[in-house]
């Protein structure tokens, strides 16, 4: 199984979602043509056709989940601390907690067309109560069109709508590549090894592939990308997906415009109608709404649950209808992006008119034409959200649907546009008037930095056989240790696609060895010889390989302690000491929540932090040099977090390199 590992150490997504999967591009498909066609590619492997017999995802066993929660939590606790962790762990394995992992095993016996830990994740979702914005919600921003004339943003939102539609087609004719990882592409992405497999029944087709060394993913998220909203409902909201509807919806200045993209057949509108109607809604001159509706989804969701039954109530359920059911919603910003950092407050907030928050994304172009995708988590992870955003921007820039050049169809736009128009009572305004104010408030509080370290990335550190992705969180580790002297709980998320209906287990990134590295680095740097911190750097690098390893064959211990939690409360069962142990509230207290992003078409992403007191840090790990965004609340400095960041890669290179750390 080792080539299995190996692939699936590359499969890490963000917290939310965000992405990732260093390396894992959806494998060789056939183009329709340049700037023509229905479909992305026609693959001659159905899209779905491994999901059947994709394996399930394992429970791991108690007592391997009691020991690595235990190695999780030796860094970050003292010995009194640690002993009293150890007693929680002892009785949790021996009583309730054996009992509950039974249970756990037989309910997941009766379920074998799902994963044990899919529903607690979707109850997590949507049964929070928190706003969706900063929360939740992630964003990926694209790499300029590489021919800048098409960046233009009637272009460019043409474009990349057109593209998104072509995906639709694609995905729901079956004609979209199957998500794989190819180890031997030579062996198994050619049309020999697909006109073989393709005729392999589905409950054995991953068998098939695992014999060639390619590795099927879950794509059972893909179908919520389009049509799809998350609806606010008391206590638990729900997911809502029309896939009949076939509409665009458009957002600009606050205004709700909607048009067909796909016609009565199914076929998509003629590229030169969509920049028609585009180009009518971007020359509306109607200024940003008094009561812009669009706050409402960034609400608690129980007060937005509450004031969306006042607004059907009033007489808008047909427009909100149509505004849940379609195929997504692109927002035209009416402004440019100054640099990385006004991209990222743009792209993961905006100033609350202009987004939809809760449909599954917000495709998002700004005046200049920069682009980015922002989304809401509770459907699903960024594996999907990645390979769609990888094939939009590939299809968009190769075979663009229109050109600069290209004249908008003779159409009437004025009859094909519709208008949305809500009817609001002064309560639903004053409930509108909140959600601004709280808005506003809150995004007043977040800050976003980023940097660049030019000094090196993936190769030099390959050849020091280091772990890229491992410096980088040792990095981490050393700057947290170097601005505030502590070591706390870190999340890093890894995506168990590789199973029926997985999800993510979480890579605890702070352990025994970054934290003797970091403070021998931060601390004591002269009474340490290069060769010295070498072999910590070495011995950091292969713990978080193994790390990374167990959390992407579902056997981690976060997913396995969460179900367990969750099955005790389902049950009414008293929730077991170990949960109730400060050292259990403190771990799920993730400080430094980060994700890596790492695709050619990616220019930068973000989020906030998931805790008050915490950083939100997106990076990637590039062949020459190191990028990251970090975001943080009044109670962090982001800036500094970065200045001591710097400092600490160039150490570690300092290190590498043999020259002594100053101290």
């Given at each position: 199984?080792?080539?299995?590992?190996?692939?699936?150490?590359?499969l890490?997504?963000?917290?939310?979602?965000?992405?990732?999967?260093p390396?894992?591009?959806?494998c060789?498909?056939?183009?329709?043509?340049?700037?023509s066609?229905?479909?992305?590619?026609r693959?001659?492997?159905?899209t779905?056709?491994?999901?059947?017999s994709?394996?399930?995802?394992?429970?791991?066993k108690?007592?391997?989940?009691?020991?690595r929660?235990?190695?999780?939590?030796?860094?970050?606790?003292?010995?009194?601390?640690l002993?009293?962790?150890?007693?929680?762990?002892?009785?949790?394995?021996?009583?309730t907690?054996?009992?509950?992992?039974?249970?756990?095993?037989a309910?997941?016996?009766?379920?074998?067309?799902?994963?044990?830990?899919?529903?607690?994740?979707?109850?997590?979702y949507?049964?929070?109560?928190?706003?969706?914005?900063?929360?939740?919600?992630?964003?990926m921003?694209?790499?300029?069109?590489?021919?800048?004339?098409?960046?233009?943003?009637?272009?460019?939102?043409?474009?990349?709508?057109?593209?998104a539609?072509?995906?639709l087609?694609?995905?729901?004719?079956?004609?979209?590549?199957?998500?794989?990882?190819?180890?031997n592409?030579?062996k198994?992405?050619?049309d020999?090894f697909?006109?073989?497999?393709?005729?392999?029944?589905?409950f054995?087709?991953?068998?098939?592939?695992?014999l060639?060394?390619?590795?099927?993913?879950?794509?059972?998220?893909?179908?919520?990308?389009?049509?799809s909203?998350r609806?606010?409902?008391?206590?638990r909201?729900?997911?809502?997906?029309?896939?009949?509807?076939?509409?665009?919806?458009?957002?600009?200045?606050?205004?709700?415009?909607?048009?067909?993209?796909?016609?009565?057949?199914?076929n998509?509108?003629?590229?030169?109608?969509?920049?028609?109607?585009?180009?009518?809604?971007l020359?509306?001159?109607?200024?940003?709404?008094?009561?812009?509706?669009?706050y409402?989804?960034s609400?608690?969701r129980?007060?937005w649950?509450?004031?969306r039954?006042?607004?059907?109530?009033?007489?808008?359920?047909?427009?909100?209808?149509?505004?849940?059911?379609?195929?997504?919603?692109?927002?035209?910003?009416?402004?440019p992006?100054?640099?990385?950092?006004?991209?990222?407050?743009?792209?993961?907030h905006?100033?609350?008119t202009?987004?939809?928050?809760?449909?599954?994304?917000?495709?998002?172009?700004?005046?200049d034409?920069?682009a980015?995708?922002?989304f809401?988590?509770?459907?699903?992870?960024?594996?999907?959200?990645?390979?769609?955003?990888?094939?939009?921007?590939k299809?968009?820039?190769?075979?663009p649907?229109?050109?600069?050049?290209?004249?908008?169809?003779?159409t009437?736009?004025?009859?094909?546009?519709?208008?949305?128009?809500?009817?609001?009572?002064?309560?639903?305004?004053?409930?509108?008037?909140?959600?601004?104010?709280?808005f506003?408030?809150?995004?007043?509080?977040?800050?976003?930095?980023?940097?660049?370290?030019?000094?090196?990335?993936?190769?030099?550190?390959?050849?020091q056989?280091?772990?890229p992705?491992?410096?980088?969180?040792?990095?981490?580790?050393?700057?947290?240790?170097r601005?505030?002297?502590q070591?706390?709980?870190t999340?890093?998320?890894?995506?168990?696609?590789?199973?029926?209906?997985?999800?993510?287990?979480?890579?605890?990134?702070?352990?025994?060895?970054?934290?003797?590295?970091?403070?021998a680095?931060?601390?004591?740097?002269?009474?340490?010889?290069a060769?010295?911190?070498?072999?910590?750097?070495?011995?950091?690098?292969?713990?978080?390989?193994?790390?990374t390893?167990?959390?992407?064959m579902?056997?981690?211990?976060?997913?396995?302690?969460?179900?367990l939690?969750?099955?005790?409360?389902?049950?009414?069962?008293?929730?077991p000491?170990?949960?109730?142990?400060?050292?259990?509230?403190?771990?799920?207290?993730?400080?430094?929540?980060?994700?890596?992003?790492?695709?050619?078409?990616?220019?930068?992403?973000?989020?906030?932090p998931?805790?008050?007191?915490?950083?939100?840090?997106a990076?990637?790990?590039?062949d020459?040099?190191i990028?990251?965004?970090?975001?943080?609340?009044?109670?962090?400095?982001?800036?500094?977090?970065l200045?001591?960041?710097?400092?600490?890669?160039?150490?570690?290179?300092d290190?590498?390199?043999?020259?002594s750390?100053?101290?």
């Open positions: 199984m080792a080539p299995r590992l190996l692939l699936l150490q590359l890490r997504s963000g917290p939310r979602g965000v992405a990732v999967s390396g894992v591009v959806p060789r498909s056939l183009s329709t043509g340049p700037g066609g229905e479909y992305l590619q693959s001659i492997v159905p779905m056709h491994y999901q059947d994709l394996p399930r995802l394992p429970i791991p108690l007592e391997d989940t009691m020991r929660y235990l190695s999780a939590q030796k860094p970050l606790l003292d010995d009194d601390q002993r009293k962790t150890e007693q929680c762990c002892k009785s949790f394995e021996s009583g907690g054996k009992e509950l992992h039974e249970l756990l095993v309910q997941d016996k009766k379920n074998k067309h799902t994963s044990y830990i899919s529903g607690p994740w979707f109850d997590m949507l049964t929070a109560r928190d706003s969706v914005v900063l929360n939740f919600n992630p964003f921003a694209f790499n300029p069109d590489p021919k800048p004339e098409y960046n233009d943003q009637l272009t460019r939102a043409t474009n990349m709508t057109v593209s539609i072509r995906f087609k694609t995905l729901r004719d079956g004609l979209l590549e199957p998500e794989v990882f190819h180890l592409p030579a198994s992405d050619t020999a697909k006109r073989v497999i393709r005729y392999v029944p589905s054995l087709s991953w068998y098939g592939a695992y060639v060394n390619a590795y099927p993913l879950d794509m059972s998220q893909y179908f919520r990308l389009f049509n909203t609806l606010p409902k008391p206590g909201d729900e997911l809502f997906t029309d896939a009949k509807a076939r509409h665009l919806l458009v957002l600009r200045r606050g205004h709700f415009y909607i048009f067909d993209v796909l016609d009565q057949d199914g998509i509108v003629s590229p030169s109608k969509i920049q028609a109607h585009l180009r009518y809604i020359t509306d001159s109607s200024p940003v709404p008094e009561f812009p509706l669009a409402l989804t609400e608690n129980d007060v649950a509450e004031v039954q006042k607004l059907v109530h009033g007489g808008n359920g047909q427009t909100l209808e149509k505004v849940d059911s379609a195929v997504f919603c692109l927002c035209l910003d009416d402004f992006i100054k640099d990385l950092v006004h991209l990222s407050h743009t792209m993961l905006g100033d609350g202009n987004r939809w928050f809760d449909k599954s994304f917000n495709l998002i172009v700004a005046k034409g920069t980015a995708v922002h809401e988590h509770a459907w699903g992870d960024g594996v999907a959200v990645l390979r769609f955003f990888n094939e939009v921007f299809d968009s820039t190769e075979t649907a229109v050109t600069p050049q290209s004249r908008p169809a003779g009437d736009s004025s009859a094909a546009v519709q208008k949305l128009r809500f009817e609001l009572s002064d309560a639903l305004k004053s409930a509108i008037a909140a959600a601004k104010d709280k506003e408030a809150t995004m007043r509080t977040l800050a976003i930095d980023c940097f660049q370290f030019q000094r090196g990335g993936k190769e030099f550190l390959k050849k056989k280091l772990s992705d491992a410096v980088a969180q040792l990095a981490f580790q050393m700057a947290f240790l601005q505030y002297g070591t706390v709980a999340y890093e998320s890894c995506s168990t696609a590789a199973f029926k209906h997985g999800r993510t287990e979480t890579i605890r990134p702070a352990s025994v060895f970054t934290k003797r590295c970091s403070e680095f931060v601390r004591e740097p002269s009474r340490h010889s060769s010295s911190l070498q072999h910590m750097l070495a011995e950091c690098s292969k713990y978080h390989g193994q790390l390893k167990e959390a992407a579902g056997q981690g211990f976060d997913r396995h302690l969460f179900a939690r969750h099955l005790a409360a389902a049950r009414g069962i008293a929730l000491d170990l949960y109730l142990d400060p050292a259990y509230g403190q771990i799920n207290h993730n400080i430094l929540s980060t994700s890596t992003l790492s695709s050619p078409a990616v220019n930068v992403g973000g989020f906030a998931v805790v008050p007191d915490g950083f939100g840090i990076y990637a790990v590039h020459n040099w990028g990251c965004n970090v975001s943080s609340y009044p109670g962090r400095d982001a800036r500094e977090f200045h001591c960041l710097e400092r600490c890669l160039q150490d570690i290179f290190a590498l390199e043999g020259k750390i100053k101290t």
